[in-house]
Structures are given as structure tokens and as C-alpha cells.
């Protein structure tokens, strides 16, 4: 008998010492501060300063504004809540945290997340890296003295192989594209503490405080007021279902929800921490850039309009040429020192934000691998780097250098970056609505409960509980399943006219 028992605990003993070597492998954020800050990295990023104040421009300004607050707290908060759940319950990754969870079935819901991460980060580099581009050549070269920022940027993103010098510096959209993945995997590579939470360490808290200054100084030119105006005072009148689709696709985009992202940092974070208070701080610390970073274009917008003598209605601020043409415009009228300087700080902060995003991404499928095959970080780190930065080239191409991607037939003539970033969005919306009903119907809510005790000891008392049981149970899945519907009909077939 005592033989037996010796035996038994010998082998529990032996269990115990190697999920403890396996999750001393995986890593940990440091604690809470890190976990925070490197989730909100994820979530902050070209579309909080790209896309959030074009689709802002081209939904009425302040009513997009309302309608997507509406969806960070009524929708997406509830859902990051329980993505971050699901991945510190299971310790693992996307799919380890699905099936271990519910079984190997729902374990293709964490495969297609990665593959959804994968499909992001593919184009989200080529843009990061044209980001990168104007950095250098405004902060050191001359793109300054171009003035025809529409022409500079079309030859721009259309050759991606013009190694000719602008200023003394390349012009290659490759070679820019290239050195973001590097940076991006250099980061990775070095684990989760040392890379992903010491870089978002220093570059967030840098985020802001460029992010500030150039608010403060955009806030004192000439007819900005009219821009706060525009941004700040809703028009009832605007509000179609358009804007709030629109909403709702962003909100989940800048969140970085439904792809396994969360799960993944999720599985870091310490279970002493209180997840539904850090996801409230993330959440917020997101949306606060977004709202700021349109606080920052529309004066500037509204300056150049004033500048130029026109209406501000007839400056195109709609889609990439927002950040890319009109903003360097707007640097040119600064005058040679001040735009660079503003100008260069601008595309610093652009490039901070999208790294600490493009590091979240490629840490998903890495962890995957990791945890279920067990490569070594490093290896796997940039094997995946390459592997992405190849499926990112069709997009490179696609804005005019190859003209059968420029104008996909079976896309409505439209490019294959804009392609794939909707199908991403399609993505996300899918995995969100099924790890709402993942949650609800097979993991079952109350196990979220009691993984949400851990770090808040009140939560079963508290009204959270009984918000995030409703949203999860019942709004996201209905609501997502909707708008995956809507966006499907509205990009193949073209029905957005309908809506
Ligand atoms: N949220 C980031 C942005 O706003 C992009 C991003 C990073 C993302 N990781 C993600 C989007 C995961 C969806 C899923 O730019």
C-alpha cells in the first residue's frame, strides 16, 4: 500500500514538475502594468491613427464618434473580457486554449484565428512599412519638397522595387516593409518580458507624449476650432445603418478582438490580477487614442482648408491618402523646419503604434507553435516572420506595379490589399460571434465566472457580471452573425447602397 502510494505521489510529484517547467517556458508578463500595456500596444495601431479618423471623416465626424463608443462598451468589452478568459484559464495558446477547453473540434476556431492573424499581419506590414517610409523621408530626406504628395505617393506605392534615392535615402516600399517585419520578429524573438513587454514599455508611453504634443500644437493653428466642431458636435441627421456597421467593424478591428490575440496575452497574465478592471483600462486607453488621434487631424484638416481657401469638405480625407497625402501636405505648409519636425515625429508615432500591433499578431502563431510543437521561439519566430512578409507581397504589388491585382474581377474591380483587409475583417467578426457562443454554449459561462474571480473577489456580487453575461449570451452572438452577413453581401455583392 505504501508502495503504491509512494508511487503515486512520486508520479504526481513528477506531473507537478513539469507543467511547472512548461509554463516556466512559456513565459509571463511581469505583472499587471506589463500585461496593460502590451494588450493596449495590440489594440493601438494603424487603425486607431489610419483608419479610425477616415471612417470617421466619411461617417459625419461626432456621430461615428457616438455610435462607436457605443460599440467599444456595450459590444467589445464584454468579448475582451472573455478572450482574455479563455487563453489565462487554459494556459495556452489559440488553439491549445480552445481545445483543451472544449475539445479538439473548437480547436479549428483557434487555427482559424491564426490563419486570421496571419491574413493581418500580411497587409498590415506593407502599410506599417510605408509608414516606416515617410518617417525616414521626412525626418532625414526630402520628401518635404516634393509638393505633389498625391503623385509622390501613387510612384510611391506602386514601384516597390525603385531603389533610386529620394534625399539620399531608398525608395523601396520592399526594402521598408522588410526591416518592419525584421524589427517586428527581433521583438518577438526575445520572449515575452525581455521583447513584447519591454518594448511596449518604452514605446507606448512615447505614443502618448508625441501624441499630446502634436495635439497641443495643432490646437493653436488657425480654423482648428472649426475642425473640433466638425468632430465633436453630432449631426443626428448622418446617422445611417452604414455608420453603424462601419462602428462595430472598427471597434472589433482596434480591440484586436476575435482572432485569438487576447487569448494568447490572456495565457501570460498572472491569475492574482483582476481581468475585468485591466481589460476596462485597455479598452479605454485604446479608444482615448483613437478619439485623440481625430482630435488631432481634424484641426489640421480644417487648418489647411484655411490655408488653401477652400472648403474642408473638398480635401479627400477618405482612405489611405488621409495619413499619406493629405497630412504631408499639411506638414509642407508648416514650413521647412517645423513640418519636419512635426511631420517626422507624426510618422515616429505611426510607426510605435503599428509595431507594438505587429508584434501581437506574429506572437499568436508563434505561441501556437511553441506550445504545440515545440520549436524554439527563435526559430519559429522567423520562419513565421518570412513566411508572413511572402503572403504580404501579392498586397505590395497590388497598388499598381501588378494591374491584375490592382483590379480583382471578382472583387468589384477593387485591389488585393483592400481584398484581404476586408476578408480580415469578415475574420474577426466570425471568431468573435463564435467565441461568444463558445463561451455560453460549451465552455460554459459560469467557468468564465470563476476564472473572473481570480484577482476580483467581488465580481460575482457585481453588475459586470450580470452585463457581461447578457452581451456574451445573447448581443454578441446575434449581433456579430449579423454584421459578418452584412459585411459579406455589402463587399461581394456590392449592396452597400441597399443599407
Ligand atoms: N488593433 C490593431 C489596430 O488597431 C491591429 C491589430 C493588432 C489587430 N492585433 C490584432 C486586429 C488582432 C485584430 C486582431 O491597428
Redesign the pocket.
Known sequence: MKRLFDNFSLRFYFALIATQHTMANRGNFSGRLGFILAAAG???????IWRFPYLAGENGGAIFLLVYLCCIFLLCYPIMVGEIAIGRAANSDAFGSYSRLGGKKWGYLGLFGIFA?IL?LSF?NVVAGWAFGYFLHISFGDLLNHNNFGGFFGEYVNDILDLSSVGGLTNSNLVFSLVFMCLTALIVSQGIQKGIEASNKIMMPSLYVILIGIIIYSLTLPNALSGVKFYLIPDFSELKIQTVVDGLKQAF???????G?LITYGSYFSKKENITSSAAIISIADTSVAFVSGLMVFPLVHFLAYKLNINPQEIGTSGPPLIFVVLPQIFYEMGPVLGRIIGGSFFLLVCF??LT?TV??LEVPVAYLVDQKKWKRKRVVWLMALIIFVCGLPSMVSQGMIPALNSLPFYRGQDFLTFIADMSDIC?TVGGCLMSIFISRKWGIHNMDVELVHGNSTYMQSRVRTFLHITIKWIAPILLGLLSVVIILEKFFGIENLI
Open positions: 495590440s489594440a493601438v495601431g494603424l487603425g486607431n492573424g493581418i498590415y478591428f482596434s480591440l484586436s478582438l476575435g482572432m490575440a503604434a503599428a500591433s501581437s499578431l474577426l
